[in-house]
């Protein structure tokens, strides 16, 4: 028989084009797509998760703000036009505090005082930021107010605002400082001691700056030299505590060395360490959310993302962090103060008109904190003009506080004004 040529159990193949067989290349690439789209896909899935996860979080326990003005729903993008914030750290003892602050702990009888009242305004275009911290023994008017249960708590004519808290809740907090302000508050939050404390551990830490003689504070806890410091955590919250180891050991002094703290926070919070890592920025939402009490209209992540959008490109510059202008109270002059209500009227003025402000007193009341000129790494050079910006626009007029405010902007440098108790 003839010998049966091979080639015809071939499959027929034009004899002017090359049979193309699988190359390694390839199969990477193939590989390749299906392990991106493995990533793109749980990237996804996780990010769904994430965010169901907070929304469902963030809106447990959430108050409603008597008499707060109505906001538009939120919405992507920066939120639009001006705002206020009303946020007060409570004196509430968590597992960690506790163990931190036991006897102060133990005695607090299951009350709970308002000890931190910062008041938060944001301008309308061009953006600036003004904080106001209110004295805790400041003695101002409290309304009627509706407590969370439905019941009415009675007006008083003259109370401590840190007592507000306890007598009805964070919206009588918040309608006590509207009426006191002349400032509309739509958004309010409340964060305990174990917040403070997980919020700096959140983002790797705070570095602060101590100065005179160091800071030493039986009450506290505190042994500390002179110089910079990263405190976290329990020295957080000690560093923020801290009375009697600055500046003349009143709650005036503590309230400027807290401004110290709170300048070098949002430093922080707004610097590439933080914002270019997802992991960190990831935590710090997630510990917001696990340890702030908010109000209604603040119980939504995506109202969150519009407020943080709103500030995030404010120069240091343009975040002042002020004291509300007081007097001793002749009532109890060692232990409580009333406000100075014509200084004050110069500064709710500036914030109803939307002007950034111009500090003409000193950094601290009290001696709290000392100025350090000029802060390391600044120079006398203009700040650029963001870019596509026009550079010839006129600036904001400023307006003048009256000299008994005292404060500071982000973009000064201040130092604890250490003393040893």
């Known amino acids: 028989m003839p010998r049966r040529d091979r080639d015809q159990d071939r499959p027929t193949v034009a004899r002017h084009t090359d049979a193309k067989k699988p190359t390694s290349v390839s199969r990477v690439l193939k590989i390749t797509g299906i392990v991106v789209a493995v990533v793109l896909t749980s990237a996804i899935a996780v990010a769904a998760f994430v965010v169901v996860d907070l929304f469902n979080r963030v809106g447990e326990g959430a108050v409603t703000l008597e008499d707060a003005p109505e906001v538009e729903p939120p919405s992507i993008g920066a939120y639009p036009g001006e705002f206020s914030i009303l946020i ?104 305990a001691f174990d917040g403070v404390m997980e919020v700096t551990e959140a983002i790797g830490g705070v570095e602060v700056c101590i100065g005179g003689e160091g800071i030493r504070d039986e009450a506290t806890g505190i042994d500390w030299e002179p110089g910079p410091r990263t405190v976290s955590g329990i020295e957080a919250l000690q560093f923020i505590r801290t009375r009697h180891g600055v500046g003349d050991g009143s709650d005036l002094a503590r309230i400027s060395n807290q401004q110290q703290y709170m300048s070098r926070l949002v430093k922080k919070i707004m610097s590439e360490e933080v914002l270019t890592d997802p992991a960190v ?24 993302a519009q407020l943080g959008l709103a500030i995030k490109d404010v120069p240091f510059s343009e975040f002042a962090f002020l004291q509300y202008p007081s007097f001793p109270d002749p009532d109890n002059p060692e232990e409580k103060v009333i406000p100075n209500f014509d200084a004050a009227e110069t500064l709710w003025a500036a914030l109803k008109a939307g002007q950034p402000v111009q500090l003409s007193g000193d950094v601290a009341t009290n001696g709290g904190v000392e100025l350090v000129e000029p802060a390391p790494g600044t120079t006398t050079e203009p700040t650029p003009a963001p870019s596509g910006a026009p550079t010839t626009e006129t600036p904001a007029p400023r307006a003048t506080l009256d000299p008994s405010i005292s404060g500071q902007t982000a973009a000064q440098e201040t130092c604890a004004n250490g003393r040893q108790d």
């Open 281 to 304: 920025v990831l935590r710090l939402a997630n510990t917001v959310v696990d340890n702030i009490d908010p109000s209604d209209e603040l119980s939504n992540p995506i109202r969150l």
């Open 88 to 191: 007060i750290g409570t004196d509430e003892c968590g597992e960690v505090s506790t163990g931190l602050l036991g006897e102060r702990c133990s005695e607090a009888d299951g009350g709970v005082l308002n000890d931190v009242n910062l008041l938060v305004h944001v301008s309308a275009e061009p953006r600036n930021v003004t904080v106001v911290s209110l004295p805790r023994d400041l003695m101002v008017a409290v309304p009627e107010c509706t407590r969370p249960d439905g019941s009415v708590a009675s007006s008083m004519s003259n109370a401590s605002i840190n007592t507000v808290f306890e007598h009805a809740g964070l919206s009588c907090v918040a309608k006590t400082v509207s009426d006191l302000s002349g400032i509309s508050i739509p958004f309010a939050a409340k964060i």
